[in-house]
C-alpha cells in the first residue's frame, strides 16, 4: 500500500514538473528558433565579412573576453585559497551580497568617474604628484585595447564567481566535509593553500562550470558596459551588431543579426576550450602543489580582498559625489559647488522608478515560484536536461538572445507591451535564482520530511513549516538576485519594450553618451541603491529565528 501512494506522489510530480518544464521551454524554444531564423540569411553574411572594421572588432572582443575570464577565475580562486575554513571567509560573504547588487552599468560608469582623464583619481594626484592644470589627453577609458574594459568587467565578475563558489561551500553535504578534509590535510603537514588546491579545488571546480561559462559568455559579449567604458573606434563585436539592430535599415538589420551568430559560435569555440582546459586541471590537480610545508600566510589575502572592497566604495562614493556636485572646475578634488539638480530630475521620473521597481519585484517573484515547482517536482535527470535549455540566456550574446526575444514577442503580440517586459526580464532572472538556490534546495537533508511524515504531516505542511523556514535566507537571497538581475537588463528593456518604458538602467546607458554629469550619476547611484535595499531587506527577513529563553 505503501509502496503504491508513493508510486502515486511520484507521478503527481513528475506531471506538474512536466508542467512546469512546458511552461519555461516554450518561449525559450521559441526565442531560440526565431534566432536561429535570424542568423539564415546569406546575403547578411556576404556583406558582414565585406565590413573592413570586422576582424579589429572580433579581435576585440576575444581579447577583453578572455583577458576578464582568466583574471577573474584566477583571483577568485587564489582569495578562494586564502579565506576558505577562516574567519575571514565570514567576512568575504558579507561583502558579496553589497558588491553583486551594484548593476553592470552602474559600476562602469562610476569607475569611468574614477579613471577618466578628467576622474577623481587624477584630481586627488594632480596638485602634489601630476602638476596636470587640464585633463591629459589619455585614452584611460574607451582606449582601443579595452583595458578599461577588462577592469571594469574584472571587478563585476569577482564578486559573482565567489558568490557562485559561495553557494557550493555553504552546502551541508559538502562545505562541513571539505572543511574536516582541509583539517585532516594540514595534519599530515600540507600547508593551508596547499591542501586547498589538492583537495577543495578538484572537488568545486566542476560544480563551477556553469557559472564560469556565464562570465565567458556575458564577457566576450557584453554590450552596456562595451558602450560605456569599451572602445568605441572600432567598437566591439557585441556593440557593432547592437548597432546595427538599430538601424532604420533592414539589410543592416540583418548583418547586426548574422554578426550576433558570429559572435554566438566564437562563444561555443571559447565554452568548449574551457571544458578541455576544465577537464585537463582536474587531471593535473592530483599532483600540482603537492608539497608539504608551512603556510605562506593567509593574510596575504587580506590586500586584494579589500582592495577590492576599496574599488566598490571608491566607485560608489565618486558616483554618489558626482550625482551631487556643480561647478567642479580640474583639478579640483572636490566640487566648488553642490547641486540637487541630478536627483530633482530622478525624482521628477516617477514614471521611470515605478516600471523599473514593478519589473523586478514581479519577474523575480514569478522566476522564483517557478524554481521552487521545479526544483522541488522534477526528477534529477530531467532537472539536469532542463538547465541547459534555461541557461540559454546566459550562453548565447545577449545581442543574439534579443533578435529571438523581439522575434517571439512580435509573433505573440507582446512587442512594446509590458507583458512580454515581463517575460523577458523573468527569463533573464531565472537561470540566476536556479544558480543561487539549487546547492541549497538540492542538498537539503531528506530525513527531516520523513520524520515529518511519520508524525503524520502532509507535504504541504512540511514545506511551509520545516522547509522553507529552514530555507529562509537561500530563498530570500535568491530572490534578491533575480531583483538585481532584472534592475540591470538594457537590451530586452530597450529592444522589446521599442523606448516605451524607460528604467534606470536605460535612462543611465543612455546619459552616459553625453547626458549631464550629476543626472547620468544620480542615475547610476540609484541602479544600485535599489537592489542594495532589496539586499538588506532580504538579509533581514532571511534571518534565522530568534528564540527569547523562558524565565527560570
Known amino acids: 500500500m505503501a509502496a503504491a501512494l508513493r508510486a502515486v506522489a511520484r507521478a503527481k510530480r513528475s506531471r506538474v514538473a512536466a508542467a512546469a518544464a512546458a511552461l519555461v521551454a516554450a518561449p525559450l524554444l521559441w526565442a531560440a528558433a526565431a534566432a536561429i531564423a535570424a542568423g539564415l540569411d546569406g546575403a547578411a553574411w556576404r556583406a558582414l565579412f565585406e565590413q573592413a572594421q570586422l576582424p579589429r572588432a572580433i579581435g576585440l572582443s576575444v581579447l577583453t573576453g578572455l583577458l576578464a575570464t582568466v583574471i577573474s577565475v584566477a583571483l577568485s580562486a587564489w582569495l578562494l585559497s586564502h579565506t576558505f575554513a577562516t574567519a575571514r571567509w565570514a567576512a568575504a560573504t558579507r561583502f558579496l551580497a553589497p558588491m553583486l547588487a551594484v548593476p553592470h552599468a552602474a559600476f562602469a560608469i562610476g569607475l569611468a568617474f574614477l579613471i577618466a582623464p578628467s576622474g577623481w583619481l587624477l584630481r586627488v594626484l594632480s596638485p602634489w604628484a601630476t602638476g596636470f592644470t587640464s585633463p591629459p589627453p589619455w585614452s584611460t577609458t574607451q582606449d582601443p585595447w579595452g583595458l578599461a574594459l577588462v577592469v571594469a568587467l574584472v571587478g563585476k565578475e569577482v564578486p559573482f564567481l565567489l558568490w557562485a563558489a559561495a553557494t557550493q561551500l555553504q552546502r551541508a553535504d559538502a562545505g562541513a566535509r571539505w572543511r574536516r578534509e582541509l583539517a585532516v590535510a594540514r595534519s599530515m603537514g600540507y600547508s593551508s593553500q596547499v591542501a586547498w588546491w589538492r583537495v577543495v579545488w578538484p572537488q568545486l571546480w566542476p560544480r563551477l562550470h556553469a557559472p564560469l561559462l556565464a562570465v565567458l559568455a556575458y564577457s566576450l559579449t557584453v554590450v552596456d558596459m562595451a558602450l560605456i567604458i569599451g572602445p568605441a573606434s572600432p567598437p566591439t563585436a557585441a556593440v557593432l551588431a547592437w548597432q546595427w539592430l538599430l538601424d532604420a535599415d533592414a539589410a543592416v538589420n540583418a548583418q547586426g543579426s548574422a554578426l550576433a551568430w558570429l559572435l554566438a559560435l566564437v562563444v561555443a569555440v571559447m565554452a568548449g576550450a574551457l571544458s578541455l582546459l576544465r577537464r585537463h586541471l582536474r587531471w593535473r590537480s592530483r599532483w600540482v602543489g603537492g608539497q608539504r610545508g608551512r603556510d605562506t600566510g593567509r593574510s596575504s589575502a587580506a590586500a586584494p580582498l579589500m582592495g577590492l572592497v576599496a574599488l566598490y566604495a571608491a566607485v560608489l562614493l565618486a558616483t554618489g559625489v558626482g550625482s551631487i ?166 537590451l530586452p528593456t530597450l529592444f522589446i519594450g521599442g523606448g516605451r518604458f524607460d528604467t534606470v538602467t536605460t535612462e543611465a546607458v543612455g546619459l552616459a553618451a553625453g547626458g549631464q554629469r550629476s543626472v547620468l550619476a544620480a542615475y547610476a547611484w540609484l541602479q544600485w541603491l535599489l537592489p542594495a535595499l532589496f539586499f538588506a531587506v532580504a538579509a533581514w527577513a532571511g534571518r534565522p529565528r530568534q528564540f527569547a529563553r523562558s524565565a527560570a
Request: aromatic share 14%; net charge positive.
Open 325 to 490: 556636485s556643480g561647478i567642479w572646475p580640474f583639478p579640483a578634488a572636490w566640487p566648488v559647488s553642490w547641486s540637487m539638480e541630478g536627483w530633482r530630475s530622478v525624482a521628477a521620473s516617477s514614471g521611470t522608478l515605478l516600471t523599473t521597481f514593478a519589473l523586478a519585484i514581479t519577474s523575480s517573484v514569478c522566476a522564483l515560484a517557478w524554481a521552487l515547482l521545479w526544483l522541488e517536482n522534477a526528477p534529477a535527470h530531467w532537472n539536469a536536461a532542463l538547465r541547459r535549455l534555461v541557461f540559454l540566456p546566459l550562453m548565447l550574446p545577449p545581442v543574439l538572445w534579443v533578435i529571438g526575444l523581439h522575434r517571439l514577442t512580435l509573433a505573440w503580440g507582446l512587442d512594446t507591451q509590458w507583458t512580454g517586459l515581463w517575460l523577458a526580464h523573468t527569463l533573464a532572472a531565472l537561470p540566476y535564482i536556479l544558480i543561487a538556490l539549487s546547492p541549497a534546495y538540492l542538498g537539503f537533508e531528506t530525513r527531516y520530511e520523513h520524520v515529518a511524515a511519520s508524525l503524520g504531516r502532509g507535504r504541504l505542511a512540511f514545506l511551509l513549516h520545516v522547509k522553507w523556514p529552514l530555507l529562509r535566507a537561500s530563498l530570500w537571497g535568491a530572490l534578491a538576485v533575480g531583483f538585481a538581475v532584472s534592475i540591470s537588463q538594457y
